[in-house]
């Protein structure tokens, strides 16, 4: 059974820090792009960073550059998303997603919610 599973979410004070995760299952992680999207109430699906599937190259939204970093490590199918800097814009629930172009597959987890406020 494939999963994608996001973990790490809850409440932090603005220019606090959180570390999301998400593992991986049923499927071939170190074949797959990561990427992580967010989607905060009443907007779209934004997308946050992505990282290649051997790890070697990232990128970033504007709106996180500087203050998010994405990694992953496939020996454990887990990715990672750190985030410094919080401000309470970045409250949204947060997806991880996983992709294989070459196939045209990808998986998307539940999402987490990340909420930011005094």
């Known amino acids: 059974q494939v999963q994608l599973v996001e973990s790490g979410g809850g409440l932090v004070q603005p220019g606090g820090s959180l570390r999301l995760s998400c593992v991986a299952s049923?499927?071939?992680?170190?074949?797959?792009?990561l990427n992580w999207y967010r989607q905060a109430p009443g907007k779209e699906r934004e997308f946050l960073a992505r990282?290649?599937?051997?790890?070697?190259?990232?990128n970033y939204a504007d709106s996180v550059k500087g203050r998010f970093t994405i990694s992953r490590d496939n020996a454990k199918n887990r990715g990672y998303l750190e985030m410094n800097s919080l401000k309470p814009e970045d409250t949204a629930v947060y997806y991880c997603?996983?992709?294989?172009?070459?196939?045209?597959?990808?998986?998307w987890g539940k999402g987490t919610l990340v909420t930011v406020s005094s």
């Open positions: 997603h996983a992709r294989w172009s070459l196939i045209n597959e990808d998986y």
């Open positions: 990282i290649t599937s051997g790890g070697d190259s990232t």
């Open positions: 049923g499927f071939t992680f170190s074949d797959h792009a």
